[in-house]
């Protein structure tokens, strides 16, 4: 893939940022994500590219745009798969709370796994402590891993995990074991990408969230050095018949991250929405949008962050 490939990127996380950041805490998540959706799929677009929706807004009876199946791009350029989730958070920006993101994830055609909308159990780390876990070890064995990877006892390591009923043994065993935990109401890409970067002070992701989610946070560690582990968790004979549509005949079955995202070479990119441990939200000034991305590739190892300036005066289009 063309290292431009990324600027433009982040030309359409901008986009979608800007379009969402309006909405900062309105209480209208659906507002918010479709302006954050509009924007997106408006600025994708105009990049040179033959892009197809693999993970989106649904299938195309469920939503208008930047669905499974959709081609984005100019159609002249590399053949690529896209994952979006236009507006990580939409509860977040609705209430104006931390770690809101536009996402995005490419990679060539057939190497992000087509994941279909159920839940991920999941386990994330950073550089430090990447081959080091095991989803399928218990919470302590993990948590006894990654204090000995990053050099920290126990009692100093931090998980993230969301705040849901369902994670309930999970946070006593965490509690249990000494550990300290930052519980988040939404967001769990955000908290992936976080144990990634000492300064957010996460050590470790742990618990289930959307499986879609669990591409784009495995595709930002793959470009950070980290790692990701997820096993699909189908709640319906439905969901079942799904994953074996998917190739996925035992559900049981660990997703590494060569499984989500294939290949040498895959772009990440992210801006924020809402004010966060690594990134700084939109914020606005007369006429002037200001956002902060992230934009990472796979192949090369290179993390970029960027602030734009945008003039509100007329449409963004760089």
């Known amino acids: 893939m063309n290292r431009n490939l990324s600027i433009e990127l982040v030309r359409v996380t901008e986009a979608a940022a800007l379009a969402a950041g309006r909405?900062?805490?309105?209480?209208?998540?659906?507002?918010?994500?479709e302006a954050a959706t509009q924007g997106m799929r408006d600025m994708f677009n105009t990049i040179d590219m033959k892009g197809t929706v693999v993970i989106g807004e649904g299938e195309m009876d469920e939503a208008p745009m930047l669905y499974i199946g959709e081609e984005l791009g100019t159609g002249a350029g590399p053949e690529v798969d896209i994952a979006v989730d236009p507006l990580e958070g939409t509860n977040i920006v609705a209430a104006g709370t931390s770690n809101s993101l536009a996402t995005i994830a490419v990679a060539e055609r057939g190497n992000l796994l087509h994941a279909p909308d159920m839940y991920m159990e999941k386990i994330a780390v950073g550089p430090e402590a990447a081959g080091k876990i095991d989803i399928n070890a218990s919470v302590i064995e993990n948590l006894t891993a990654v204090a000995k990877a990053k050099n920290k006892k126990i009692e100093d390591i931090v998980v993230a995990i969301l705040d849901r009923k369902r994670h309930e043994k999970i946070i006593r065993e965490i509690r249990e074991s000494g550990a300290r935990i930052k519980l988040?109401?939404?967001g769990d890409v955000a908290a992936a990408i976080h144990t990634a970067f000492e300064n957010t002070g996460v050590d470790?992701?742990?618990g289930s969230g959307g499986a879609p989610e669990g591409v784009l946070a495995a595709t930002?560690?793959?470009?950070?050095?980290?790692?990701f582990q997820g096993k699909l968790l189908p709640q319906t004979e439905e969901e079942r018949i799904r994953c074996k549509k998917m190739g996925i005949?035992?559900?049981?079955?660990?997703l590494k991250m060569e499984d989500i995202v294939k290949g040498e070479d895959a772009f990440f990119v992210a801006t924020a929405v809402t004010d966060g441990e690594l990134l700084k939200g939109?914020?606005?000034?007369?006429?002037?949008?200001?956002?902060?991305?992230i934009v990472m590739r796979a192949g090369t190892?290179?993390?970029?962050?960027?602030?734009?300036?945008h003039s509100l005066k007329r449409k963004i289009q760089a």
Do not use: M, P
């Not at 930002?220 to 790692?227: I, N, S, V, Y």
């Open 249 to 254: 005949e035992d559900v049981n079955r660990v």
């Open 301 to 309: 190892g290179t993390i970029r962050f960027i602030e734009g300036q």
């Open 220 to 227: 930002a560690l793959k470009c950070l050095g980290g790692e």
């Open 184 to 186: 988040i109401q939404d």
């Open 23 to 33: 909405w900062l805490g309105k209480g209208k998540k659906d507002e918010v994500d």
């Open 204 to 206: 470790i992701l742990l």
């Open 282 to 293: 939109v914020h606005y000034k007369g006429n002037t949008g200001t956002t902060h991305s």
